[in-house]
């Protein structure tokens, strides 16, 4: 049994659907506003990792920018998907990305209300 199959069932699975390998090889760039900060869940990241996909929790832009470049707009890594990881403020992120992960209806925004409706934010 793979890792995704053991983290794909409870709270994960409304998440991990929006990750498959097919989306990580036709859309390489995915900004993802997380203020609750959900992509802190280890078993969270690991199953992204199996589909494809690299999260990167933004708070360097020369990182960033060099991630992005080895891994998404080189070709570097086959296959690649660049998941950027905000708080709340995409602004600051480089406009190139910004327009990727729009053309690909990639522009996600993650909180325990959206994601998890059943879940009461306050507890």
Known sequence: MGFIQ???GG???PILIQFTPELARLC???ILRDPDRLMGDPGLVGALAD???TVFVHDDPLALRLVYEQ???TGGESGAALVVVVANDTSDLPWDLLGRAR???RLMDWAFAGVLAS????V
């Open 71 to 73: 891994r998404v707009r």
């Open 28 to 30: 390489p760039v995915t």
């Open 6 to 8: 053991i983290v794909a």
């Open 119 to 122: 879940l009461s934010p306050r």
């Open 51 to 53: 589909s494809g996909f």
């Open 103 to 105: 053309e690909g209806g």
């Open 11 to 13: 709270w994960r699975a």
